[in-house]
């Protein structure tokens, strides 16, 4: 079978988006100070020098109405220095106001940017968050929860890829936690794609935590950047390899994830004979709590990288946890976009922050993709086209901002 992207003919399966708010409950203004460049692109100092103080209120109630508004807005309040107030904090969730993991991130950010939180407290439902400079350091931060250690870096990395130097951050809570983003697929699938954009970051697991209790741990180094690029991203190409891991720790047998590794490559070579698919089979040594998962990859000819992943639970079979992280990848890869379901609101800040026009197709156009637009849209001059290719596929075009740090040399 040919390996370019097949005319998509399947329904998705249940969206992992809705997964992810069921997770979140377990546990009009612009950018200021304008400086016109030497072309028609609009430029802005680092935002330690952008001296507007009027606080922007976000509803964070809008559109997807959960902790992605949070945290996308506080990264840019950090990032561009201007205070901001977000009321109806997850309005859009069963159980509203912050949890463990939102208030972790947000206090994170704080830190990174010496800067002041109000109404920081579990169950909050308005906060106001005033940013100061950027420093680079050694921060620590714990959920205290199986809260995902992966929505604590999409806050934070954001913000310290513009500080005055490297900085270490030491990240406690979940690894690889049901209904939200495993660090595997964010160092797999979103780390290479983010390094086009010039946001470069490394991570190391010293202990895996999984639910309920938690308890993983991961160090992760921040690189500085001069500014972000645009990328432009329209071409997925042919898939060149598919690899991935599959895991297992505490009190369940290797051969678990052998079972799991088995099936997803039966699967994947049925849509995809000629390709080459390895996936790795590892008993997790340093772990807290009994998980199982596996996490999928795609890597194409051009450059892209698409994921599918799945999570073991207490009745749930080896055969299902591999079958559905295997059609996940296939579904990612029949729309024929450049980045998965997960990653593709992830890059909008990205984009925003950019000096120049971003171009990147991806499939259906996601509510938390629209929701990342729309609050750029309301922090900053980016400029944002949407153009559908046809019902399953995408293009967005981004003029960024061209946000420059001025802490760090060329």
């Known amino acids: ?234 071409d997925r190409g042919d898939i060149k390899q598919i690899y991935g891991r599959s895991f297992v720790a505490g009190v369940l047998p290797i051969r678990v994830a052998h079972i799991m590794a088995q099936v997803a490559e039966s699967i994947i070579h049925k849509e995809y004979k000629d390709v080459a698919v390895n996936i790795d089979v590892v008993k997790e040594e340093s772990a807290i709590g009994t998980g199982t998962g596996i996490v999928l990859v795609a890597e194409t000819t051009t450059g892209c990288f698409l994921g599918g992943t799945a999570l073991g639970k207490k009745g749930k079979q080896a055969e299902q946890v591999g079958q559905e992280a295997a059609e996940e990848l296939i579904n990612n890869l029949y729309h024929g976009g450049c980045v998965d379901d997960y990653v593709q609101d992830q890059i909008i800040l990205l984009m925003a922050l950019a000096k120049g026009k971003s171009t990147v197709r991806i499939g259906a156009l996601s509510l938390h993709t629209e929701t990342a637009i729309h609050v750029a849209k309301q922090l900053t001059e980016a400029k944002f086209k949407i153009t559908e290719i046809n019902k399953g596929a995408t293009l967005i075009e981004c003029d960024g901002i061209g946000l420059v740090n001025s802490q760090v040399g060329s």
């Open 1 to 234: 079978m040919n390996n370019a992207a097949p005319k998509p003919q399947r329904q998705p399966r249940e969206n992992r988006r809705h997964r992810a708010a069921m997770a979140e409950d377990q546990d009009s203004g612009a950018a200021s100070n304008i400086i016109p460049g030497t072309s028609s692109e609009l430029v802005l100092k680092a935002a330690n020098s952008i001296q507007d103080t009027s606080i922007v209120d976000i509803d964070g109630g809008a559109l997807e109405g959960g902790g992605q508004v949070l945290r996308n807005t506080v990264s840019f309040s950090c990032l561009l220095h201007r205070p901001v107030r977000v009321y109806n904090v997850r309005a859009g969730r069963s159980k509203p106001g912050l949890r463990p993991q939102h208030l972790t991130g947000i206090m994170l950010t704080r830190d990174v940017c010496h800067g002041r939180l109000e109404g920081g407290a579990v169950g909050s439902t308005e906060i106001q968050f005033y940013p100061g400079n950027i420093q680079h350091g050694e921060y620590r931060a714990d959920t205290g929860t199986a809260g995902s250690i992966c929505l604590l870096l999409q806050v934070a990395i954001p913000c310290l890829v513009y500080a005055d130097g490297h900085t270490n951050l030491t990240l406690k809570g979940g690894t690889n936690a049901d209904m939200a983003p495993q660090l595997d697929h964010m160092t797999m699938v979103f780390r290479p794609i983010a390094e086009k954009f010039g946001m470069r970051f490394d991570c190391r697991v010293i202990r895996r935590g999984y639910y309920p209790k938690g308890g993983g741990e991961v160090m992760v180094t921040c690189h500085p950047t001069k500014q972000l690029s645009a990328v432009t991203m329209t």
